[in-house]
T-cell receptor, first 113, second 111 residues
Framework: EPEVTQTPSHQVTQMGQEVILRCVPI?????FYWYRQILGQKVEFLVS????????KSEIFDDQFSVERPDGSNFTLKIRSTKLEDSAMYFC???????????FGQGTRLTVV | EDQVTQSPEALRLQEGESSSLNCSYT??????LFWYRQDPGKGPEFLFT???AGEEKEKERLKATLTKKESFLHITAPKPEDSATYLC????????????FGPGTSLSVIP
């Protein structure tokens, strides 16, 4: 069964460093998303991406964040200068149609120290 | 402001003891409601999508229903492997992309 894969599963970084989280969405999907979940809290929408551009972003997704689809298979989330409060589980998701369900990866646990 | 709440926060059931989880929403123009299951340290796993009041979906021991203000996830004769956090999420308003998640119900099924 096709699945969304994310790497790494766990990343530890120093405050102020740049991190790139990587995702390989399901191959025939056209819509891509990043969500985050701070420990013990709700899953929160960050950004959606379609046709090589951001289609929507939340208030959380400020200038420190960027997304890219550098080739036909990968989808990345970059955080330019990490803060302690960026520590969370980051989930990539993909969907095959607008307004339909998204399928999530297993997440990358980001720890900023 | 769009809001999604879930109750109870946590639920312990004996194996075979049926029950229901509630998801209440106050949103401007519901486009879709999703149920996900999340195991500890894992990503949400898709269960159901509901689009209109009166709609029902079933999968094994789970059945999801939708009214104009809430959704229920009914669990019939649960097994220990059904233990997980069940998340409700809504898509509303003018956005087809942004999904608002509820806080989840943590279900424990005791053998």
């Amino acid at each position: 069964e096709p699945e969304v894969t994310q790497t790494p599963s766990h990343q530890v970084t120093q405050m102020g460093q740049e991190v790139i989280l990587r995702c390989v969405p399901i191959s025939n999907h056209l819509y891509f998303y990043w969500y985050r979940q701070i420990l013990g809290q709700k899953v929160e929408f960050l950004v959606s991406f379609y046709n090589n551009e951001i289609s929507e972003k939340s208030e959380i997704f400020d200038d420190q964040f960027s997304v890219e689809r550098p080739d036909g298979s990968n989808f990345t989330l970059k955080i330019r200068s990490t803060k302690l409060e960026d520590s969370a589980m980051y989930f990539c998701a993909s969907g095959y149609d607008l307004g339909r369900e998204a399928f999530f990866g297993q997440g990358t646990r980001l720890t900023v120290v | 402001e769009d809001q999604v709440t879930q109750s109870p926060e946590a639920l312990r059931l004996q194996e075979g003891e049926s029950s229901s989880l509630n998801c209440s929403y106050t949103v401007s123009g519901l486009r879709g409601l999703f149920w996900y299951r999340q195991d500890p340290g894992k990503g949400p796993e898709f269960l159901f999508t509901l689009y209109s009041a009166g709609e029902e979906k079933e999968k094994e021991r789970l059945k999801a229903t939708l009214t104009k203000k809430e959704s229920f996830l009914h669990i019939t004769a649960p097994k220990p492997e059904d233990s997980a956090t069940y998340l409700c999420a809504v898509q509303a308003g003018t956005s087809y992309d942004k999904v608002i998640f509820g806080p989840g119900t943590s279900l424990s099924v005791i053998p």
